[in-house]
Structures are given as structure tokens and as C-alpha cells.
């Protein structure tokens, strides 16, 4: 498992280079929470958030490769950007538990303007 | 008749779905939602999540009226190193105040008492944040007489019921209570904490970068976790409980928590607008929410306990109702 999360990082960071350029990764986890979910997240610098947008499609195909190679279902993408400005600072993708499956991601809206809906499993 | 504050996180997608829901279900208590302004002019006393312009506060504005509902405009920084008091500060506080007016705001919620005094200026209203921290009659009437427009009463004697009875007596403008707010009880970093915040969430920042990032924080759930007492003591509202206010003349009520999800906020305006709710208090508490993956607190369990705070003296050490309570209403989850 750790080589794997490794060679994601590695992959993620690499793809998002040629996508929009000089993108860092550095650090990438998988993570078990208090609630029940379970996830993939990466922290990233020098992303944006129109970056995010123009290449959705492919950053949401990557992000799922990667999350299922490390066993995380990943039925809620998301990037999260720093309030009040355009940088993307975490790539995450979840498997939800029951609670956060309605209370995080069961609003039409984004449940929080910080975070960028990505992919939500219906 | 009961009014309810809404916090909105911001973005407009948030607003529309609050706003439908408190339609569909008719939800009529509901007249006002509150947001943070923008921390290029003031930081808040919560982290601000999204940085409105002016053009969208003007949209979200004219939306929230087609709906019947007011906005707030929250500016509750303790701190801006007296940016305020300077020249500049003034020009800039009294653009932004003239730009929120035109985009029609109807009230802005401010801490410092010299913005209380520039908000006589306009029409909208000067709303007295609880972190302001009037817990007495005396500091109410100081605020009620520079020219509140409502005074949002310090969380620490939500269950001080003589002080708030005085309070509402001694003044001329309307009160108001938070009523979700889990804070420490008569928290010793509440001072501390809300100028760290006030600092983080404007461009005020800290000239080195944090050692300690939140100390406040993570001390204040270390504390209630070794002594979970400390949980019941805090000093929220029961949804049940409102009528209690009502009844001593306080009828505005506001739920904080406007850096939460959208689906929590909803929830917790059906509980408070219903006055009726079956689960774990900490659910619905802004503050600590992490916790209610850990603990339970028994809202039903809790049923009658007004009664004795309304009357309670606070000397915890001599009365010891509140660790008795925690024992019948609180469980630890597995």
C-alpha cells in the first residue's frame, strides 16, 4: 500500500504538470476518519482554479485511477482552494459514510464555497 | 413572533437551496441570513470561506428580498490593529459602509463600538456581535445608547437569565441570542482566540508563520475531552427551550455556523425553526462539532434542565447539577 500511495503522488503530480505546468504535490495520504469516511487527499501548490476547471474531465478520470489503486471508492471528488483566493490546495476523493454521504455531499450546492464539486456519485 | 438568523456560507448556490427549503416547508420564523464580508476591508470573528465583492453581495442581496428574507453582513473582527482609527481605516470603512447600503444590505454586525457609531450614518441596521461581549445591563445600555439597532448578547449568560432580563429591560433596541454556540463556558481563551481569528481571516496576518497554529482550539477539545462536564455547562439553547426567552421578552435567535456545510445549516434551521429535535446535542452545536463523533449527548435526556439554570447561581463547585446530568445524558460512542 505505501509504494501505491507513493506512485500515485508521483503520477498525480506528473499529470497535473502536463496538464497545466508547474504543479507541486507534496504530500499524499490515505485517510480514515472519525465519522466513518475513508479517503485519498493531496496537498498541491501552484495549481488554480480555472486550471481545475478547464481539465475537470481528465483531473476527475485521474483522481478515481488513483483513489481506487489505494481501495478508497471514490464517490466524492473534490478540490478544496484557499477562501478568498484561486489556489487549489487539496485534491480529494471519499468514501462516504452514511452521515456525510446527506450532510456533506447530499446538497445541490457545493456544501461549502471553499470546496469544488468534482464528481458526485448519485 | 420568533425570528430566526440563517448563516449562509456564502456562496449564492447555498443561499438558493436555504432559501427554498425554508419555503417549501414553510419555515416562516426564518427572516434573515448573515454572511462574511470581505477580509480585504475587516477580517470576522469566524474563518471566511468565501469573499463576496460588492456586485455579488448586491445579487445575493436582491435575491434574499424577492424572498422575504434580510442580509446581514457580518464584520465582527475584536481586532484590526486599530486600522479602524486611522485616516485610511476611516476612508475605507466608510466607503465600504456606503457600497453596502447601495447594494442594499439590511443590517452589518460589528464588534468595535467606533463602527457602531459610523453605522449611524446609514439606514441599515448596527447589529452589536456577541463579541462584543455585553453580558450586563450596564454594557447593553452603553451600546443601545451609541446606537444599536439590536445588541447580540454575550453567549456566557444565555443561561443568566436575570442578566438578561435586565438587559432587555435597560434597553431600547431588540436582544438577540445565539443559540448553537458550544463554546467553553466563561472560556478563558475566548478573547485570545477570536483576535487570532479576527487576524487570520483578514489580511492582517501574523508577520512569522504560526508555531502553534490554533492553540486555543486544540486546547479547548483536550479540555472537554478529559472532562466532558464542561459539554453540558457551555451555554447553548435547546430548540425546545425558546419559549423560555420569549417569555422574558427576547424573540431574536441566531444560529451560528456559517462556516459549516450547507446540509448541516439546513438541518439545524428545521430543528430551531421547529423547536423540536431528537438526537445528539452536538449535532447541532457549531462548535466543537468534532466531538459528536465520539460523544452523545441525549437531547431529550436534557428535557427540564432550564428550569434549573434559569435559576442556577454558577458556583459549579457548590451545586454539581451539571456533572450529574452529564452522567444520565451523556454516552460515549463506540
Known amino acids: ?55 475537470r474531465e481528465k483531473i476527475t478520470t485521474l483522481l478515481e485511477e488513483i483513489s481506487a489503486s489505494v481501495e478508497v471508492k471514490p464517490e466524492f471528488i473534490y478540490a478544496r482552494k484557499l477562501p478568498g483566493s484561486e489556489e487549489v490546495v487539496i485534491l480529494t476523493t471519499r468514501q462516504l459514510c452514511e452521515r456525510c454521504r446527506r450532510e456533506f455531499a447530499g446538497s445541490k450546492a457545493p456544501p461549502r464555497p471553499d470546496i469544488i464539486v468534482l464528481k458526485k456519485k448519485r | 413572533m420568533v425570528s430566526l438568523k440563517i448563516p449562509h456560507p456564502g456562496h449564492f448556490a447555498a443561499l438558493q437551496e436555504i432559501i427554498a427549503v425554508k419555503e417549501a416547508e414553510g419555515l416562516d420564523a426564518v427572516d434573515e441570513v448573515f454572511m462574511g464580508g470581505s477580509p480585504d476591508v475587516m477580517g470576522s470573528g ?37 486600522h479602524h482609527l486611522s485616516f485610511e481605516g476611516f476612508k475605507m470603512f466608510s466607503w465600504y459602509f456606503k457600497e453596502l447600503n447601495k447594494a442594499g444590505v439590511d443590517a452589518v454586525t460589528v464588534a468595535d463600538p467606533y463602527l457602531v457609531d459610523m453605522l449611524r450614518d446609514y439606514p441599515m441596521q448596527a447589529v452589536v ?41 435597560a434597553v431600547n433596541c431588540r436582544v438577540r441570542l ?16 477570536y483576535n487570532l481569528a479576527s487576524h487570520l481571516s483578514s489580511l492582517n496576518q501574523p508577520r512569522a508563520p504560526l508555531w502553534a497554529p490554533d492553540y486555543y482550539f486544540d486546547k479547548c477539545i483536550s479540555l472537554r475531552l478529559r472532562d466532558p462536564v464542561q459539554i453540558v455547562k457551555s451555554a447553548w439553547i435547546r430548540p425546545e427551550d425558546l419559549a423560555e426567552y420569549e417569555a422574558i421578552g427576547i424573540t431574536d435567535f441566531k444560529l451560528s455556523g456559517r462556516t459549516k ?12 425553526a421547529h423547536r423540536a429535535f431528537d438526537g445528539n446535542v452536538l449535532d447541532i452545536l457549531d462548535c466543537p462539532q468534532m466531538l459528536r463523533y465520539l460523544l452523545y449527548l441525549d437531547n431529550k435526556k436534557l428535557s427540564g434542565s432550564i428550569s434549573h439554570w434559569k435559576s442556577c447561581k454558577k458556583i459549579c463547585n457548590e451545586c454539581g447539577y451539571c456533572e450529574r446530568l452529564t452522567k444520565e445524558a451523556l454516552t460515549i460512542l463506540k
Request: hydrophobic share 40%.
Open chain 1, 1 to 55: 500500500m505505501t509504494e501505491t500511495i507513493t506512485e500515485g503522488r508521483t503520477k498525480l503530480e506528473s499529470e497535473l504538470r502536463n496538464m497545466v505546468g508547474n504543479v507541486f504535490v507534496p504530500e499524499a495520504k490515505v485517510f480514515g476518519m472519525a465519522c466513518g469516511c475513508t479517503g485519498f487527499a493531496a496537498d498541491l501548490r501552484g495549481l488554480q482554479v480555472d486550471a481545475v476547471e478547464v481539465f
Open chain 2, 46 to 82: 469566524r474563518g471566511v470561506l468565501h469573499a463576496p465583492l460588492l456586485d455579488e453581495i448586491r445579487e445575493q442581496t436582491e435575491y434574499a428580498h424577492e424572498h422575504g428574507i434580510k442580509m446581514n453582513l457580518t464584520m465582527n473582527a475584536t481586532c484590526t490593529g486599530g
Open chain 2, 129 to 169: 456581535s456577541c463579541l462584543a461581549y455585553v453580558e450586563s445591563p450596564q454594557r447593553a445600555r452603553f451600546f443601545d445608547e451609541l446606537g444599536a439597532d439590536m445588541i447580540t448578547v454575550d453567549t456566557n449568560i444565555n443561561r443568566h437569565f436575570d442578566l438578561l432580563e435586565g438587559i432587555v429591560n
Open chain 2, 178 to 193: 445565539i443559540v448553537n454556540e458550544g463554546c467553553l463556558y466563561r472560556c478563558p481563551f475566548r478573547y485570545s482566540h
Open chain 2, 261 to 272: 456545510t450547507v446540509n448541516w445549516i439546513i438541518d439545524c434551521m428545521r430543528y430551531y
